[in-house]
């Protein structure tokens, strides 16, 4: 495993669902804006059945976890924490540090009683933006075309609905019109299609 220095940050971000366009017909819509990378990520949760801050709730809903990133010839492990205002997400803290082995650390995890709960499988596209701002259009197998924009600086707990306001005032500027702002991340709502399939 190599040495690593493990980050802790506030994500403050918006996730929402473009409706109506292929990922083609989105990038036409930023080609003001530079694209800087495009890179494949595949992350994994995890979960416990005696840990249970990793376990969904009733409704589907994530407040923690435990994930395996893998991306650009690395990979990463991360713990988020969700933090909520009633029933709304506000941000979470996040620990990620660079893991030398994603598969290592997984069978580390399984023979530990750890079990994969779900994996998001995203093409991500990241244009140049505003300064302090990360924007994102993201093509997720299974789900669709999402746009993501992310403050990239420490923020205090009393200037994150300020900032999330900007954000969407951003979002709306951007040209899309059909879009739907997301309450839950990616895995959740992969669970949630998962489930429903099944019904």
Not at 60 to 85: A, E, P, Q, V, W
Request: contains cysteine; charged residues 30%; glycine residues 4%.
């Amino acid at each position: 495993m190599t040495n690593s220095t493990i980050i802790n940050m506030k994500e403050i971000e918006i996730l929402v669902q473009l409706h109506n366009v292929t990922i083609d017909q989105a990038k036409e819509k930023l080609e003001q804006h530079i694209l800087e990378k495009e890179q494949h990520t595949i992350d994994e949760y995890y979960t416990h059945e005696n840990i249970t801050q990793l376990q969904p709730d009733t409704a589907g809903k994530i407040f923690s976890c435990l994930r395996i990133r893998d991306k650009g010839g690395k990979s990463y492990i991360t713990y988020k924490d969700d933090k909520y205002k009633e029933d709304t997400w506000l941000y979470s803290d996040e620990w990620e540090t660079v893991v030398g082995d994603s598969s290592t650390i997984k069978s580390i995890l399984l023979k530990m009683g750890f079990v994969p709960l779900v994996l998001v499988d995203v093409i991500k596209y990241t244009y140049e933006f505003e300064p302090d701002f990360e924007l994102v259009l993201e093509d997720v197998k299974d789900l669709g075309v999402f746009l993501e924009i992310e403050y990239k600086k420490e923020v205090p707990d009393d200037s994150v609905l300020a900032i999330k306001k900007m954000i969407e005032e951003k979002i709306t500027s951007l040209g899309f019109l059909d879009f739907t702002e997301m309450n839950a991340g990616k895995p959740e709502l992969l669970l949630s299609k998962r489930n429903t399939s099944r019904l």
